[in-house]
């Protein structure tokens, strides 16, 4: 018998390294759980930390997620995301890559060693009240918010993103990749989107591409290196220009591939490896995300 879905909210907050990229990833992992949406995210806060004042500022956030998963073994999958992102538990309320925590849980209320829900100081921390009210407007939560606690201002994170992926049709055959992921979180982002391949002014549609032997060849053997690497350049430097170092690319193509890419017999194989674009991204300090 399946679990019922319920409608829960999380936290999300980072203090580390590339603050955007990690909880933008954190939150592409908990849309990839069985059973599992992430339905709608609240502004960013760049917030003053909270407990251990010195460290870094975090960037916090809500997100409101459908789930099938008992909250035992939603919060394994959470801590495992954190994980998988780098979070280390060494100092309490230290700086964190990604923090995740189980604000409510349908209207639950748990009290167990591992697990407390609703979260037993949410309603302590503005910089998870602020967020949540902008999607939880059915508690009476403006009651706990605090007058004065720290520094909690709303931001605008730019993200570079495939054009595709917003429904632009850049794709090889004329069509896109549209994601209805990246247009949810884009209406709290500002992306700025590009198409490598389109920038290497490639026709569209056009044959595929794939690579082998270090080049980047169509269907028909024609050698697009040339093309390829002109919009990898112009893809780096209008994300130099917008200052982003964050960019979420199409997996598995010859220019946005990350990890993972065709093995250049258009057969459907697919090797580890990165498409041109992402090879020169990453070695410029652009984080990637792949979707």
């Known amino acids: 018998m399946l679990n019922k879905e319920v409608i829960s909210y999380l936290s999300l907050g980072s203090n580390m390294k590339n603050k955007i990229y990690f909880i933008l990833s954190g939150l592409k992992e908990i849309n990839s759980l069985e059973e599992t949406e992430v339905l709608e995210i609240s502004s960013f806060y760049e917030t003053e930390p909270w407990g251990l004042k010195e460290q870094e500022n975090f960037y916090n956030i809500v997100a409101k997620i459908r789930t099938k998963l008992p909250p035992l073994i939603l919060l394994k999958k959470l801590q495992e995301i954190e994980k998988k992102l780098l979070r280390e538990r ?126 980047v060849y169509s269907r028909e053997g024609k050698d697009v290196t040339e093309e390829f690497n002109l919009g990898s350049s112009l893809t780096l430097n209008v994300l130099k220009k917008n200052e982003i170092n964050t960019v979420i690319l199409k997996a598995k193509s010859p220019s946005c591939g990350y990890g993972l890419i065709y093995d250049g017999t258009f057969s459907g194989n697919l090797i580890e490896g990165n498409g041109v674009t992402s090879d020169l991204l990453m070695k410029n300090g652009i984080d990637i995300i792949s979707i």
Do not use: A
């Open 90 to 215: 060494i100092i309490k309320w230290g700086p964190r890559t990604l923090d995740i925590d189980i604000i409510f849980y349908g209207n639950l209320n748990l009290n167990l060693k591992e697990l407390t829900i609703p979260h037993k100081r949410f309603s302590q921390r503005n910089f998870v009240l602020k967020p949540l009210l902008e999607l939880c407007k059915d508690r009476n939560l403006n009651k706990f918010l605090k007058k004065d606690c720290g520094k909690i201002d709303k931001i605008i994170p730019k993200v570079g993103v495939s054009s595709c992926l917003l429904g632009k049709n850049t794709k090889y055959n004329g069509g896109n990749n549209k994601n209805k992921f990246i247009l949810m979180i884009g209406k709290k982002i500002k992306f700025i989107d590009v198409c490598p391949e389109t920038f290497g002014k490639l026709e569209c549609p056009r044959s595929p591409s794939e690579i082998k032997n270090g080049k």
